[in-house]
């Protein structure tokens, strides 16, 4: 059984620090793996899909990079904004697999 | 595009009562997920449709039924609700191509 863990379970940083998120999975017979935004009392937005193949993908001030083979991956954000507070999921599909498993989420507390 | 929208956004059950969340979603997507969060964990799988007419049991099916008679709608049934089925439940779509799932804004489900 897949299981993903995400540490810190909670973070608070000064606005314009940047931040560091983690995620670590026990099967590394991955097909992909996303990170996620979730917004208090909303449904999940994708942010970055890194397929198992690839080692990082980058979308604005947003990088994850995957490392496979230590069943891990890191979400970094740049210079963070009070916007950026949200939950953070990560969420990996197993090769042949419908489902995705999720880890439990990084609540991020970016402060002005 | 309304993308994935889910009815109702709230809902207060008495244990043994029975109801029908309804997904619906306007992208055409073969599949269709049911999900449940509770407060420390990830989401996990109800149970899942890869297309009109089929669905598949998920990781935590016990206590529910679902239904996808049309393409676009996706229904999860509770026939006797328990507390323990107090959470947000998620709907998601997704093309065949199993990647990005687009979720819903969630049902905030309590049974007293």
């Known amino acids: 059984k897949q299981e993903v863990t995400q540490i810190p379970a909670a973070l608070s940083v000064p606005e314009g620090e940047n931040l560091v998120l983690n995620c670590s999975f026990t099967?590394?017979?991955?097909?992909?793996l996303q990170w996620f935004r979730q917004d208090p009392g909303k449904g999940l937005t994708s942010l970055l899909l890194i397929q198992s193949s690839q080692r990082e993908q980058t979308s604005g001030r947003l990088n994850a990079s995957l490392d496979k083979s230590s069943g891990r991956s890191t979400l970094y954000i740049a210079a963070s904004q009070p916007g950026d507070s949200a939950t953070y999921l990560c969420?990996?599909?197993?090769?042949?697999?419908?489902?995705?498993?999720f880890g439990a989420g990084t609540t991020v507390t970016v402060r002005a | 595009n309304a993308g994935v929208t889910q009815t109702p956004k709230f809902r207060v059950l008495k244990t043994g009562q029975s109801m029908t969340l309804l997904c619906a979603q306007d992208?055409?997507?073969?599949?269709m997920y049911w999900y449940r969060q509770d407060p420390g964990m990830g989401l996990r799988l109800i149970h899942y449709?890869?297309?009109?007419?089929?669905?598949a049991k998920g990781e935590v099916p016990d206590g529910y039924n679902v239904s996808r008679l049309k393409k676009q709608n996706f229904l999860l049934g509770l026939e006797s609700a328990a507390p323990s089925q107090t959470s947000v439940y998620f709907c998601?779509?997704?093309?065949?191509?199993?990647?990005?799932?687009?979720f819903g804004p969630g049902t905030r489900l309590t049974v007293l």
């Open positions: 998601a779509s997704s093309p065949p191509i199993l990647d990005t799932q687009y």
């Open positions: 992208m055409n997507h073969e599949y």
């Open positions: 099967d590394s017979a991955i097909y992909n």
């Open positions: 969420a990996v599909r197993r090769s042949g697999d419908y489902k995705l498993s």
């Open positions: 449709s890869v297309g009109e007419g089929t669905t």
